[in-house]
């Protein structure tokens, strides 16, 4: 069965203090892994799509990374307006649905 | 311009109550979905359909029935409302496979 794992479930950041979200993931043919950002009360963003091993995408503070069973998306000095839950996504098997995550609600303090 | 807008956004029925949630893109997009959000903030897929195929999440009740009277709209139809259908609603389009873009949710309170 296609599974994603995010972790961790929270963290919490001074501004300025870097690190990385994990998304851990078993699917049968892997069509793509997607990132979405979601504020309070919103909508999923699209932020990143990443579809083979040793892709790399950049925007702005955030960068996502991809192996062959987990994706990193790494926030670079983070400020408060990074403040939101960031959710992982993979398609794959026959239906090719999007399969999300439980999110990682990261907060960033000033 | 909203690309993707649901109404309502807020909706507050009673338990046995029939209720629809409406949905529109205007991106020209193929395909169309409907996710739900537990209180745990889990998005799950209830739906996906496009001009040629309805496919159909198999632990979604047939309370559920999606509606779509043209490519740039897909209503989501509530039979029967039970507490356990209160979560917040998105809808989503997308180009065949490619990025799935959502609208800001509708929150369904069934009372």
């Known amino acids: 069965e296609d599974q994603v794992t995010q972790s961790p479930e929270a963290l919490r950041l001074q501004e300025g203090e870097s690190s990385s979200l994990n998304c851990s993931y078993t699917v049968s043919g892997l069509r793509g892994l997607f990132w979405y950002r979601q504020d309070p009360g919103k909508g999923p963003e699209f932020l990143f799509t990443?579809?083979?091993a040793g892709e790399e995408k950049e925007k702005e503070r955030l960068k996502a990374t991809l192996t062959k069973k987990e994706s990193f998306l790494h926030i670079t000095a983070p400020k408060p307006e990074d403040s939101a839950t960031y959710l992982c996504?993979?398609?794959?098997?026959?239906?090719?649905?999007?399969?999300f995550g439980k999110g990682t609600k990261l907060s960033v303090k000033p | 311009d909203t690309a993707v807008s649901q109404t309502p956004k807020y909706l507050v029925t009673q338990m046995g109550n029939d209720k629809s949630i409406k949905c529109e893109q205007n991106?020209?997009?193929?395909?169309m979905y409907w996710y739900k959000q537990d209180s745990k903030k889990f998005l799950k897929i209830m739906f996906s359909y496009n001009n040629k195929e309805l496919i159909i999440n198999e632990t979604v009740p047939n309370r559920f029935s999606p509606k779509s009277p043209d490519k740039a709209h897909l209503n989501l139809h509530i039979n029967s409302l039970e507490l356990g259908d209160s979560a917040v609603y998105f809808c989503a389009s997308s180009l065949q496979e490619n990025i799935q873009y959502f609208g800001a949710g509708t929150r369904l309170s069934v009372l």
């Open positions: 991106l020209g997009h193929d395909t």
């Open positions: 996504a993979v398609r794959g098997g026959s239906q090719g649905n999007l399969i």
């Open positions: 990443l579809y083979s």
